[in-house]
């Protein structure tokens, strides 16, 4: 294992050397590292300064090294989520689940990203293994809460959801979004938005709830101007 301070000229060299574009020996310079968090922050700067091919075979790398590294699967979705690549980001979780099955916190992103992109079907079974292994997660009973309000129209089943959602953490904003959908579902515009803002304005809304939140208040807005 190299000490930190050679672990940094490493990774920074590595870095010059992809900006040049000399890949191989870039990569070369990596193979001495051993520390997936390196990549992580590797794949961050070339990102960042635009080299976004090179960031993704920086992460293809240490998924590689190391298929269990949960972190390097969310880090490429975020930053495939903000790159606009949707559909890929959630292959990129989906591969990350398989790897790993019995990890909650990578099935809960994956979760969370099809219902965020409005794949409610393919979020169910990752919600049902969620509820199964995580009994007390509140997040899964929120989300299944929301697909029975708006898919389903159970609005009863919806209710219990979001109710064994808001007794497990009464903060949650993904029971306050739930809560808020079901509104809707029912017709009060008024409690729709309170709710919804509720969650969207926690500091604990994961950016892509805050996203699809924003769309569903636009919408709310569309039905109240259509309203005579």
């Known amino acids: 294992?190299?000490?930190?301070?050679?672990?940094?000229?490493?990774?920074?060299?590595?870095r010059l050397l992809f900006e040049q574009g000399e890949w191989d020996y870039a990569f070369e310079i990596l193979s001495e590292l051993e520390d997936s968090a390196l990549y992580i922050d590797l794949g961050r700067e070339l990102f960042a300064d635009g080299n976004i091919e090179a960031a993704f075979e920086v992460f293809e790398e240490a998924v590689w090294q190391d298929p269990e590294a949960t972190e390097v699967y969310r880090e490429v979705a975020r930053l495939l989520f903000e790159y606009g690549e949707w559909d890929l980001a959630i292959e990129v979780l989906y591969e990350g689940v398989d790897a790993n099955p019995s990890d909650p916190a990578l099935r809960l992103n994956l979760a969370q990203a099809l219902v965020v992109a409005d794949y409610w079907e393919q979020a169910v079974p990752e919600l049902e293994w969620?509820?199964?292994?995580?009994?007390?997660?509140?997040?899964?009973?929120?989300?299944?809460?929301?697909?029975?309000?708006?898919?389903?129209?159970?609005?009863?089943?919806?209710?219990?959801?979001?109710?064994?959602?808001?007794?497990?953490?009464?903060?949650?904003?993904?029971?306050?979004?739930?809560?808020?959908?079901?509104?809707?579902?029912?017709?009060n515009l008024r409690l729709a938005r309170q709710e919804l803002r509720q969650a969207q304005l926690s500091p604990r809304a994961p950016p892509l709830l805050v996203r699809r939140i924003q769309i569903i208040l636009e919408r709310l807005d569309q039905e109240d101007a259509e309203t005579p």
């Open 1 to 14: 294992m190299l000490d930190p301070e050679a672990t940094e000229i490493y990774r920074e060299l590595a």
């Open 130 to 187: 969620l509820i199964q292994y995580e009994p007390d997660m509140a997040e899964p009973h929120a989300y299944l809460g929301a697909y029975l309000a708006i898919e389903v129209e159970d609005l009863e089943g919806a209710r219990a959801e979001i109710d064994r959602a808001l007794s497990i953490d009464p903060e949650s904003p993904e029971a306050h979004f739930a809560q808020g959908v079901f509104f809707w579902q029912l017709g």
